[in-house]
């Protein structure tokens, strides 16, 4: 390999590391100005390619997203030349910029250029608020920010909703064209409107950090760029509403839970469950964060709801020096309060997990068994995972092993399936901890 092909291979693998980290944001950015989720992508893939023309050759730019942004913005004001947005987004920025001079040629393209926000906290706001919109279902909001938010891919998103790919590929497509139909503005609503979406929004946050904190399927138990990602918007979420407590709850829960990422997972990417894990590695700035994000939730008078209780449960294992200091009642005791508050089946189960660390299998078992015959939770893997680890802890060896292969068939994370197929070989591990890494 000559060293102009391996410099050229150098800024092939930049690029797509840069796009990988960028893409998300540069939609979002494009989206904003576009009010046209397909152009933004369209005009982001521009950019792309206009990075493998021109960097090989010219080098990577100091900033390569600010590059990327421009050439993006470039490429959409030639569009607006040729078609029907020009004239009324022309008169869009010259109302912004209340000039009284008219404005000609290369200055209206230089005053575009400097009018768009490349502000990260307002256009992935805006994008995950528009993408959240109550004119989409649930599926389709799911799908659609996944997409375009944290930049999954169709075959990534399909694998998460157990859904065909051509499936999920139709639900963004008509999404977008919904969006586009209805004139969704791409930026951060107001009032009841914000509020009536906020619900989604903090759920579609969420669901971006868990499939980065736990990987629904493939090789890699972690993701933790997607963990990043959910933090940054939480925080963003938190600074344009510091007095909403769902909003500083659910920042809590991932600030708490992203402490644990880096003591998850042994060197080889071996699962490292929770009572197991070297607490000298959890990141105490996070844990401090944390647990002042909680203090201020709990603070406000609206009450604790389901993720400010949520980030109590994990305050508490971040309160505990070690996995013995764990204060299980007090965790048993919290998820009996978020069940009475909403006593779905993945919340009653980990109930039924906190109560066997806090009371013993005995008293847990009976719950998970009435989780079983209910069948809603037939097909989620950590339920036979949860109720294998009772049976061991009880004796009955043979079930729990039938339960730990039942579980390990249904997982679809391969560092997953391993570990529960050495529990269901044999009690590798101290009992137990299966259970309690359910927990948050």
Not at 98 to 117: C, F, N
Request: charged share 30%; glycine share 6%; with cysteine.
């Amino acid at each position: 390999m000559t060293e102009a092909t391996k410099t050229e291979d150098e800024t092939r693998r930049a690029i797509e590391a840069v796009w990988r980290i960028e893409a998300p944001r540069l939609v979002a950015g494009l989206a904003r100005f576009t009010r046209d989720l397909s152009r933004a992508e369209d005009l982001a893939q521009d950019a792309l390619l206009a990075a493998f023309r021109h960097w090989p050759a010219d080098g990577i730019p100091r900033n390569p997203a600010a590059w990327l942004m421009a050439a993006a913005k470039r490429r959409a004001i030639d569009g607006f030349r040729h078609d029907r947005m020009r004239s009324e987004k022309l008169r869009q920025v010259g109302a912004d910029l209340a000039t009284d001079q008219e404005l000609e040629g290369e200055d209206v393209e230089a005053r575009l250029i400097a009018s768009l926000d490349d502000d990260l906290h307002d256009n992935r706001l805006g994008l995950i608020f528009a993408t959240c919109h109550p004119l989409l279902s649930p599926e389709a909001r799911a799908a659609l920010t996944l997409r375009v938010v944290a930049g999954l891919s169709t075959e990534e998103i399909a694998r998460a909703f157990l859904a065909a790919e051509p499936t999920i590929a139709q639900r963004i497509v008509r999404a977008k064209k919904s969006l586009a139909e209805a004139g969704v503005p791409f930026e951060i609503p107001r009032g009841a409107e914000r509020a009536e979406r906020l619900p989604s929004v903090l759920e579609i946050v969420y669901l971006i950090f868990n499939e980065g904190y736990a990987a629904t399927s493939g090789d890699d138990l972690l993701r933790p760029r997607l963990c990043q990602d959910a933090l940054r918007l939480g925080r963003s979420l938190a600074a344009l509403m510091p007095e909403e407590p769902e909003v500083l709850g659910l920042l809590a829960l991932m600030a708490l839970q992203a402490s644990r990422l880096r003591a998850r997972q042994a060197s080889d990417g071996t699962p490292i469950l929770l009572l197991d894990q070297d607490r000298s590695r959890w990141d105490r700035v996070l844990i401090r964060h944390g647990l002042d994000t909680l203090h201020r939730a709990l603070a406000l008078p609206q009450g604790a709801g389901p993720y400010t209780l949520q980030a109590a449960i994990a305050a508490c294992h971040a309160r505990a020096a070690e996995a013995k200091d764990t204060d299980w009642r007090q965790i048993a005791a919290i998820y009996e309060a978020l069940w009475r508050r909403d006593p779905s089946p993945v919340i009653a189960l980990n109930r039924a997990v906190a109560v066997s660390m806090a009371f013993g299998p005995e008293a847990a078992l009976p719950l998970l068994d009435t989780l079983s015959a209910d069948g809603a939770l037939k097909d989620y893997h950590l339920l036979p995972a949860a109720r294998g680890d009772l049976l061991e802890r009880l004796g009955r060896i043979e079930e729990a092993g039938a339960e730990f292969r039942r579980a390990a068939s249904l997982t679809r994370n391969s560092r997953e399936r391993a570990l529960l197929m050495a529990r269901a070989s044999a009690s590798l591990l101290p009992r137990g901890e299966t259970a309690a890494a359910l927990l948050p």
